[in-house]
């Protein structure tokens, strides 16, 4: 038979787990409006589509939240850039196709990283960004195919599009990872 009070101190403790501690929400803040800034920044002088603005800030957020917020601020935050500056699209349905991808790889991102201390930013990012790359080329697929496009040829230009960005991340987001880890403000609780 099961205890009441045991039943409720269980609860308590998930419950504590699961509340945003004050340092994830600046966090998820901060990044989040770096990520709808970026890209007004990339898009003047048109790169936007070529370096992925927006995935900069929200896949190195991954590294220093737990994966309900980063997947969160990645799946709100092409939603809101799509409803306040028309970037990325609801038409094509670009924004819910980003959202989708994003939100995934910062959950996979923050939940691999808080697991594995030890695990090489370089080696996790980089297998990440290919199973994004594949995820965002399989819902272009299937989007195509709703819309009667060459969906194969969609899901392949999908796929090979935003490679100077995923380098971009790559060279940048592991380096600033490493130094700021550590930082009180950066640092992960436990």
């Known amino acids: 038979m099961i205890q009441p009070e045991r039943v409720y101190r269980k609860s308590d403790y998930l419950m504590k787990q699961q509340r945003h501690t004050p340092r994830e929400i600046a966090l998820a803040g901060a990044f ?21 603005p927006m995935y900069l800030p929200l896949m190195g957020l991954a590294f220093f939240v737990r994966p309900v917020v980063a997947s969160t601020t990645a799946l709100l935050t092409p939603l809101l850039s799509g409803v306040v500056s028309g970037m990325p699209p609801f038409y094509p349905p670009i924004a819910p196709i980003m959202a989708v991808e994003l939100a995934v790889m910062a959950a996979l991102i923050a939940a691999f ?78």
Do not use: C
């Not at 800034?37 to 790169?47: D, G, K, R, T, Y």
């Not at 201390?117 to 195919?145: C, D, K």
């Not at 960005?165 to 550590?182: A, E, H, T, Y």
């Open 32 to 52: 989040g409006a770096a990520a709808l800034l970026l890209p007004i920044l990339f898009h003047v002088i048109h790169l936007g589509a070529i370096f992925l």
């Open 113 to 190: 990283y808080r697991k594995g201390r030890g695990i090489n930013e370089w080696l996790l990012l980089g297998a990440v960004l290919v199973i994004g790359r594949i995820i965002f080329a399989l819902l272009a697929y299937g989007v195509a195919r709703i819309f009667e496009l060459p969906a194969g040829f969609v899901a392949g230009i999908s796929f090979i599009s935003g490679w100077p960005g995923l380098i971009l991340m790559m060279v940048v987001i592991p380096p600033f990872v490493r130094r700021f880890r550590d930082r009180p403000v950066f640092a992960q609780a436990t």
